[in-house]
């Protein structure tokens, strides 16, 4: 079953009660109230999938590090699950596999999916392979290979022939990119089969905790990593921003929303009510306020390899789309 996220949302009339009752208490407009409910997948409890990617060592790493993004962002794991319709095969490519939470649950969840790896480590091996082991889902331990291509997709053609892939999974990593985010979306649409389908999700610019920032005069900026440059985020997208990028690739959406996956960072100055009318100034803006875009695509069209102007400057007029 694939959950039709982009329509059931919520009904309209508790969306309206919520806008009323953020009104007269003034409390923040919640984004979660224009979210789908959490999928949990295979009858397994939310605690039951945390403390199995909560425990993932890789190669007999101390889970440290990985424990704390595995459990800030689990949800996030299982929205994007759920984009991968139930029952899906075929083959599929993750971009950015490590640390293998996606592919963890891909793995479990969609087993009919053969599953290629990307990864990219810096200049070096064209290949790798790193050995992941955690409790397993029902409690049976587990642990597995997996391998990778070593590939800079901005820089560099992905190891494989044409429409070689039914999916293609892109998970927060776009938003990674340094320089031409649209060279990665061409060469990953080559790689995809036409009529196939591409997950991506990346952080939402557009965020309420980051409307609230620049209210009160704080930045929204990602700090310097000391992981280097694809550490951090370079450069993040609002939703109408991503859905421009993708339809100027030649995709068509089939599911699309934004939501959180952890509380918002709460207001220091601004008032809830001040912010909420602001908001409200803009008909479903509520809509768009959740940290992350959630979207499912289908490869359906021609795509222009002329550069969108609202995305890039400072290239010859020769090289720019018109009209953008």
Not at 35 to 63: E, Y
Not at 107 to 113: A, C, G, T, V, Y
Request: hydrophobic content about 35%; proline content about 7%.
């Amino acid at each position: 079953m694939t959950p039709p996220f982009h329509s059931r949302i919520s009904g309209l009339a508790a969306r309206t009660l919520q806008r009323l009752r953020s009104a007269v208490s003034g409390r923040l407009i919640d984004p979660r109230n224009y979210q789908p409910p959490l999928p949990l997948p295979g009858g397994l409890s939310r605690a039951q999938i945390h403390d199995a990617l909560t425990a993932v060592s890789i190669d007999g790493s101390a889970s440290g590090e990985l424990f704390g993004y595995a459990s800030s962002d689990l949800d996030r794991f299982l929205y994007t699950l759920a984009m991968v319709p139930e029952g899906a095969v075929g083959k599929a490519l993750e971009i950015g596999a490590n640390p293998y939470f996606n592919t963890l649950l891909l793995r479990q969840f969609r087993p009919e999916l053969e599953l290629t790896l990307v990864n990219y480590f810096g200049p070096g091996s064209a290949q790798g392979k790193q050995t992941v082991s955690f409790p397993g889902f029902k409690g049976v331990a587990d642990a597995v290979t997996f391998q990778y291509d070593n590939v800079n997709i901005e820089s560099a053609a992905l190891p494989y022939p044409d429409d070689s892939f039914d999916y293609v999974v892109f998970c927060e990593v776009l938003e990674h990119m340094t320089h031409d985010p649209l060279r990665s979306m061409l060469e990953l649409k080559r790689v995809l089969k036409q009529g196939g389908t591409m997950i991506l999700t990346t952080p939402n610019a557009a965020r309420l905790e980051n409307i609230s920032a620049f209210l009160e005069g704080r930045n929204m900026y990602d700090p310097f990593s000391a992981y280097g440059p694809y550490g951090r985020h370079n450069r993040e997208y609002t939703r109408h921003e991503l859905h421009m990028l993708m339809t100027h690739c030649g995709f068509e959406v089939e599911a699309s929303f934004t939501g959180n996956v952890h509380p918002d960072i709460p207001l220091g100055q601004a008032d809830a009510s001040t912010l909420n009318r602001l908001i409200g100034q803009v008909r479903h803006r509520e809509h768009d306020l959740g940290q992350y875009l959630f979207t499912r695509w289908a490869n359906a069209r021609v795509a222009s390899e002329k550069l969108p102007n609202w995305l890039y400057r400072s290239y010859p007029a020769e090289r720019m789309a018109e009209g953008q």
